[in-house]
C-alpha cells in the first residue's frame, strides 16, 4: 500500500519545516496507528508517502478504506491522501552498502502499488484486478480505468473504491 498526501508540495512551499512536520504528522500518526490495528507494517515514510505492507489484500484494504474516512472526518483539513494498493510477490531484503542499508521490498508488485497511487485521484484508494478480485464482493467501485504504466509499455486495469 502506498499512501501519499495531496497538497503537501504546495503546503511546504508556504510553511516553515517544523510547521510542515507538525501536520504531516497529524495524518501520519493515526494513519500508522491504523496500519497495524489491520496487521500491517510500515516499511517507510518518504517525505509525504507511507510504503506499507500487509499479510493480506483484504486488510490493506480495509485498512485503506479506515485511513480515508479518518482523514475525511478527524482530519485538520490541510491534507487529502491518495492510496494505491496491490497484491503481488515481493522480496524484502537489504538494499545499500555496508556503510549505509535499510531493509525494503523489491519487485514490480511494490512499483505496481506505487503507480495505482499516483494514478488514483486525491480521496481516492485505487486497486489492482488482483486486488480488486478478493474484495469485489464487498465494497463498491467503479468501472475499471486502463492505466499507462510510465517507464513501461504495458497498461493495467485499475479499480477506484467508491466510499459511502
Known sequence: MFLDLAGFTAFSEAKSPSEVTDHV?????PATQLIYQFQGDVNQFVRDSIF??????????KCAVAIQKMIRDAGDGVFQVRIGIHSGHALRCRVGTDFRSQHSYMGSSVNLAEHLEEACNIGEIMVSKSVYDLVADEYNFAEPI????RGTKNSIQGYALTLE
Open 52 to 61: 506499507a505492507v500487509f499479510p493480506n489484500s483484504v486488510e490493506a484494504v
Open 25 to 29: 504528522n497529524r495524518v501520519f500518526g
Open 146 to 149: 486502463a492505466l499507462e504504466l
